[in-house]
């Protein structure tokens, strides 16, 4: 997370005030994974999601930290972990 926190960084230098930031998705459940795995039964590999989710907690705060850092600067933070686990594990009611 501290080459992205750079990498925001130098957009806040280049200009950038607004900035979408968003997180891992579901890195466990994505078909490339699931065969480079060799998963079970189709499931997600715990372990992969683990780290992503590892990712995005240490990622809002750090956001937060750089926004109290850099004036007039605004962060918004998307979660992606949840919504793209929540389509995977539920297709049904997503059509």
């Given amino acids: 997370t501290n080459i ?6 130098d957009l806040y230098d280049a200009g ?3 900035l979408a930031v968003a997180g ?3 890195l466990g459940c994505c078909p490339s994974q699931l065969r480079g795995y ?3 039964n189709g499931t997600c590999i715990g372990w992969l999601n683990d780290l992503a989710m590892d990712f ?3 990622l ?3 956001l937060f930290s750089l926004a109290d850092t ?8 998307q979660n992606l972990f949840t919504p793209v686990l929540d389509a995977i ?4 009611s997503f059509g």
């Fill in 56 to 58: 995005n907690d240490h």
């Fill in 38 to 40: 060799k998963s079970e």
């Fill in 16 to 18: 950038a005030r607004k």
């Fill in 70 to 77: 850099l004036p007039n600067v605004t962060f918004a933070y």
């Fill in 4 to 9: 992205m926190v750079i990498c925001l960084a």
């Fill in 60 to 62: 809002r705060p750090q």
């Fill in 89 to 92: 594990k539920n297709p049904a």
């Fill in 24 to 26: 891992l998705g579901a």
